[in-house]
């Protein structure tokens, strides 16, 4: 009985394939021995602990058939939703599986990248399992030796539900077929192996006799379809071969199957015949022809693949990575799809090749900003469309020039002073130009005048300061013209910003608020605005003096300042009681006893200014021990660490935090000894005495203890961030900012880490959206700037910068 091959969504090739592949296996009759295996097959189903089967044999033996038969009886059942997923052609590459894979579990997928799709697979399908009430899963993969490296298959399958089963087959005997099992991820434990005898080949289907026996023409068919991906259409091989199909055909119809006007082998076994007997020259002349072809038919579809098979050099790769190759994707049945899978694997190759170095870094930065380009302009419109093919929308402007300043601004920065870094800046300066947003462009302007200096800087401080300006708001526009001091001239910087106080202080809003941007002032306009400051009323004026006085540290205007804190304390008011913690670390003595007392009147907020005052009173020679016993456990311990750079018997003091830490509740201890005393220990280089200190931990909490005390311990750093990178690399993909938060140590990796952490970085940055990609709070081109530094030195920050200035222009 044939069966029809179950109806699903699939990108026209890949759908071909299944059904070709299930017309020729389950329309075949089955020997004795293999009917025996099918029913060992059968049996397997029923064995609870067993998800994981693999069945070999030698190359002639019908595996695929036998896997064919074995989900059309499951089909006729109730009991298992059974797939075939039959490699071989057009299912060769990994995207071509994922897509298959995709369509075969789920139809209402909403289209996505590869990775994404891979993570729907092995989470919802294959990891949970089917809904309750539906039926078990029997997924049966044919020829898996077939299929180029799958860097995703023990992803895949590493986690099964109860209710799945998974089944591949292999040629070989048992050792391959145990080979087998750690790259697809099975269990050895719950895998059973089933082996199954020879089989001749059909007369008169022998590749070797017909191989041997065919003319010049249909031999040089047979090499064109044993070196090709995928099904090769009839215009392709007459061009290919420059003779008609009809004779190239003759004599080998036997081994090749027609389909919607496209050829390929018959049986995956008989290609191999044929390609194993080709020698060197054949084989490089036949993958010549191949991607001589225009290049919107098969080369677009498998050039890739055929430059991994070849190790062809990394130059090559480049042109997948651009906006012609997207456009020919965008033209076939695959879309998209098939373009990002491309752009995941050149990304792979740059990362291998990364010791090249500024060319690699260059080509793996822009594969995943392509990529994250992609995701921001695609969507899904068809419900009825393939599962992963989306028409691609170009209406919306990826809007972020912002984004794309600040990544430039962050690449330069890391950059050695000369002509490349200014021609990275000046790319930052045209990016940041062209933000339409006033307050934003002026902010992105500011942040690139620091990083310019001198003259350069002043400049486009100036830009800045003319965008804010036009700020409509008369409160905003003054707070933006105070955070554009900092970038100017100090000459210039104290008339805007007398003129900004003017405007606060005139009825644009609470002249108290230069509290806010005095950390951003020149001590010349801090020195200026004292005389102002001082003519403010009421709390304003105690704010401002405070703040002025932080940024100038003279004693006498501290205690002047404290002095007009004092006048205005209101029970609760936090405004006051951050004022009053900032100028803490300044205070005298007599004025730091005085804002002891004030505390209580914070209430709950007291334990935190006492936290400051502590340590500035040991400082100051005065021990404070009524402070120290009216505080709670936590904050103890934090103020005594505070104080452990004033001490003059450091043991004594210590003995004190680690009584305080035993009074504490268990679950801080750990964050108290590690964060609070840590930067102590590893300051001195004591970082190992620590580390014992802290005891076992789990791999997050020694991975977060070997990086903090690293950022401390600039001694110890190499030691600490080599042990630490592991660690991290081991949380992987799933937690990407663990791996994050060691890059600005990136210096201290070794260059196998590096390579490693920059692969799994990239993949994680192209998944997003681009403006995020490029700035965002996640995995970004800005956090990114240590590493790529690290790898490739200013060439490879040049080269990047260079790619977020094409991408964008490419991606407007």
């Not at 050895?188 to 191989?211: C, E, M, Y």
């Not at 009323?537 to 804190?565: H, M, N, Q, T, Y």
Request: charged share 25%.
């Amino acid at each position: 009985m044939k069966m029809p091959p179950p109806h699903f969504l699939a990108p026209a090739p890949i759908e071909r394939a299944c059904r070709c592949a299930w017309d020729e296996a389950s329309s075949a009759t089955l020997d004795p021995a293999e009917q025996t295996t099918l029913a060992a097959l059968d049996r397997w189903l029923a064995e609870p602990d067993l998800p994981y089967a693999i069945l070999h044999g030698p190359r002639a033996s019908r595996r695929g058939v036998v896997a064919a038969h074995l989900v059309r009886a499951q089909q006729e059942g109730t009991d298992y939703a059974a797939q075939l997923v039959p490699i071989g052609p057009d299912l060769r590459l990994e995207r071509d599986l994922v897509a298959l894979l995709t369509s075969r579990l789920r139809v209402g997928y909403g289209g996505g990248s590869p990775r994404w799709l891979r993570m729907r697979i092995a989470k919802e399908h294959l990891r949970v399992g089917p809904t309750e009430g539906a039926p078990s899963l029997l997924l049966a993969i044919t020829d898996v030796e077939e299929a180029e490296q799958l860097v995703s298959w023990p992803a895949l399958f590493s986690a099964v539900d109860p209710r799945v089963k998974v089944l591949a087959t292999v040629e070989g005997d048992d050792a391959a077929a145990r080979a087998w099992i750690p790259r697809l991820g099975f269990d050895p434990a719950r895998t059973r192996i089933h082996p199954l005898p020879p089989q001749p080949w059909p007369a008169p289907g022998d590749p070797v006799a017909l191989l041997t026996a065919a003319g010049t023409m249909p031999a040089r068919l047979l090499s064109l379809l044993s070196v090709a991906y995928g099904r090769l259409r009839e215009d392709e091989i007459r061009t290919a071969l420059g003779a008609p199909i009809e004779g190239a055909l003759a004599g080998i119809e036997p081994l090749v199957t027609a389909v919607d006007g496209t050829y390929a082998f018959r049986w995956n076994a008989a290609r191999r015949e044929v390609e194993e007997r080709l020698d060197r020259s054949a084989r490089e002349t036949s993958m010549r022809r191949l991607l001589s072809l225009a290049p919107d038919g098969y080369p677009c579809a498998y050039r890739r693949a055929h430059l991994e098979q070849a190790t062809a050099p990394l130059q090559a790769f480049a042109a997948l990575a651009t906006k012609e190759h997207l456009a020919r994707w965008m033209a076939r049945p695959e879309g998209y799809l098939g373009f990002v899978a491309d752009l995941e694997r050149v990304r792979r190759r740059a990362v291998e090749a990364l010791p090249m170095g500024q060319e690699a870094t260059a080509l793996a930065v822009r594969a995943a900003l392509v990529e994250a380009s992609v995701n921001s302009c695609a969507r899904r419109e068809d419900d009825d469309a393939p599962v992963g093919v989306e028409p691609m929308t170009r209406e919306t402007p990826i809007a972020d020039e912002r984004r794309q300043a600040r990544a430039l601004t962050a690449l330069g920065a890391a950059m050695a002073a000369g002509p490349t870094r200014a021609e990275v800046l000046a790319w930052a300066a045209d990016a940041a130009r062209r933000i339409p947003d006033v307050e934003l462009r002026g902010d992105v302007l500011l942040s690139l005048a620091e990083v310019l200096k001198g003259e350069a800087g002043y400049t486009v401080a100036r830009e800045a300061l003319a965008a804010f300006r036009t700020v409509e708001n008369a409160e905003d526009r003054a707070h933006q013209m105070l955070v554009a001091t900092g970038g100017l001239p100090p000459e210039e910087g104290v008339a805007v910003a007398r003129e900004a106080l003017a405007s606060l202080r005139d009825g644009g809003g609470d002249p108290g608020d230069i509290e806010v941007f005095a950390s951003h002032f020149p001590r010349a306009v801090a020195e200026a605005l004292w005389s102002d400051a001082e003519a403010l009323p009421g709390p304003a004026r105690a704010r401002a003096l405070a703040a002025l006085a932080r940024v100038l540290g003279d004693p006498e205007r501290v205690r002047v300042a404290f002095a007009a804190v004092e006048q205005y304390i209101e029970p609760y008011d936090l405004n006051v009681h951050w004022t009053l913690t900032r100028l803490v670390p300044l205070l005298a003595a007599p004025e730091a006893r005085r804002a002891a007392a004030l505390a209580p009147r914070f209430g709950e907020r007291a334990a935190e200014l006492l936290e400051g005052l502590l340590p500035r009173l040991r400082a100051l020679g005065d021990p404070a021990e009524d402070l120290i016993e009216a505080l709670p456990a936590t904050s103890r311990v934090r103020a005594l660490a505070r104080s452990l750079p004033f001490a003059a018997e450091p043991v004594r003091l210590l003995a004190r935090i680690d009584e305080a830490i035993q009074q504490a509740e268990p679950r801080d201890r750990y964050g108290l000894l590690l964060f609070d005393v840590g930067p102590w220990f590893a300051a001195k280089g004591d970082s190992d005495a620590l580390l014992t200190a802290v005891g076992p931990l789990s791999d997050a909490g020694r991975l977060g203890a070997f990086g903090f005390l690293a950022r401390h311990d600039p001694v110890h750093a190499p030691e600490l961030v080599r042990q630490a990178l592991p660690l991290a690399l081991r949380f992987g993909a799933d937690e990407p900012d663990r791996l994050l938060d060691l890059v600005p140590l990136a210096r201290y990796f070794p260059p196998e880490g590096a390579a490693a952490a920059f692969g799994l970085l990239l993949d994680a940055l192209a998944g997003d959206f681009r403006s995020a990609a490029l700035a965002g709070d996640g995995v970004s081109l800005v956090r990114l700037a240590p590493l790529i530094a690290a790898i490739a030195g200013d060439d490879g920050l040049a080269g990047a910068a260079r790619e977020v200035v094409q991408v964008a222009a490419w991606f407007p």
